[in-house]
């Protein structure tokens, strides 16, 4: 995309991306499946950019969170199998079946509805089963006492006509907390998910292609949940792996600075009167603020990259602007570009700042910052 204004934009670098997921690949069985997460625009970088990239490199799937984010791969091209990770109403399954698209499956009585309109329609839906393990959200029950019922209600969704199960998968609670409690955690889920599987496959000879439960977490601290395939969103973007894979932050958001001036000591800046200057200050204004993605919870407690160097956010962020203070950088000057975050500037001390996670900032990126892609 063209960056006409250089406001504020956010460099995507293509090559980062594909060496994190060559990085991810390397630790993974050769025969493991890779199924790239590209919901939410791929977390912020591009859905279809990132997705043409996974397909060039060799991914074998991707995921969505829904329908529209799937049509507009479809659109742009992207011809490789895509599973829907949420629900999409049944009247959907005609545009389903004509996208070639794979739908979760949550519960029987979705299984029923899709089994019934995709047999009026003459097609054939493909569905992963989803297994609510602990995650407590989506999926079948199966956990506790609802074991057997979990079983059933599977045995009987497997039995319904025009439907082709390729897959069955759980997702993780706390699989990225490396404590032993929710390891422990992660473990009892995972052994649920595999005591269900060996069930079905043992007592009621149902075999799904496709068994895979790894988000970015399990790929990082449980390497014996790999199974046949992997879902990993945040490492492709370059987060999450402690440094362990050697991923980088596939995304920088710049903005620049527009205006600089120099304040007395005692003055006020920006809404709220938050931040008095202490000393002869000099002051610039960047012009970058929540409307593009900047957590105002983070006003005055994070710093920025200009140059090299790191400066001091001060006063309230505001829509489209805010203030970093330049005093102790005289290179820094109107035009200047500064790092909000990247690779320079570390993502999570922003993410810390705004009791959030790096996640939430990612997809915080709006739609007026131009993703500019770095070949
Ligand atoms: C978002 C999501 C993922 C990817 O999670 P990361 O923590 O980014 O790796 C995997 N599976 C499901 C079901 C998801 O919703």
């Not at 279809?48 to 791969?73: H, I, M, N, T, W």
């Not at 995304?251 to 003055?267: A, D, N, Q, W």
Request: charged residues 25%; aromatic residues 8%; glycine residues 8%.
């Amino acid at each position: 995309m063209e960056n006409p204004s250089k406001r504020t934009w956010a460099e995507i670098s293509l090559p980062a991306l594909s060496h994190n997921y060559h990085a991810i690949r390397a630790v993974l069985p050769p025969e493991c499946r890779f199924l790239g997460v590209v919901k939410a625009d791929a977390y912020g970088h591009g859905a279809l950019r990132v997705s043409e990239l996974l397909q060039r490199e060799g991914a074998d799937y991707l995921a969505v969170s829904c329908l529209d984010e799937a049509l507009e791969l479809r659109r742009g091209g992207i011809t490789m199998p895509i599973l829907i990770l949420g629900h999409t109403p049944v009247e959907y399954t005609s545009v389903l079946l004509e996208n070639r698209l794979t739908q979760t499956a949550t519960c029987l009585a979705k299984a029923e509805e899709y089994s019934e309109e995709a047999g009026r329609l003459g097609g054939v839906l493909k569905l992963h089963i989803k297994l609510d393990t602990g995650m407590s959200r989506l999926g079948y029950l199966c956990a506790g006492s609802y074991f057997d019922e979990g079983v059933r209600n599977i045995v009987r969704s497997c039995a319904l006509p025009n439907l082709e199960y390729e897959g069955i998968y759980t997702h993780f609670a706390v699989s990225d907390e490396t404590d032993p409690e929710s390891q422990a955690y992660t473990k009892a889920q995972f052994a649920l998910f595999t005591g269900m599987i060996r069930r079905l496959e043992e007592q009621e000879g149902i075999r799904f292609p496709i068994r895979h439960c790894a988000n970015s977490g399990a790929v990082m601290h449980n390497p014996e949940c790999l199974l046949d395939m992997v879902r990993p969103g945040l490492l492709l973007y370059g987060y999450g792996d402690d440094g362990k894979l050697g991923l980088q932050p596939a995304m920088r958001l710049v903005t620049t600075v527009s205006t600089i001036k120099i304040y007395e000591p005692g003055t006020f800046v920006s809404y709220g009167r938050r931040f008095e200057t202490k000393r002869t200050t000099r002051m610039g204004v960047i012009a970058a603020g929540y409307a593009d993605g900047l957590p105002r919870l983070s006003s005055g407690k994070c710093s920025y990259r200009v140059a090299g160097r790191s400066v001091p956010q001060c006063g309230t962020i505001c829509m489209d602007m805010c203030m970093v203070d330049l005093t102790d950088h005289e290179k820094a000057e109107v035009g200047s570009e500064v790092e909000l975050f990247g690779p320079e500037n570390d993502i999570h001390m922003l993410s810390d700042a705004a009791q959030t996670i790096p996640y939430e900032l990612l997809c915080s990126v709006t739609k007026r910052v131009p993703r500019v892609y770095i070949e």
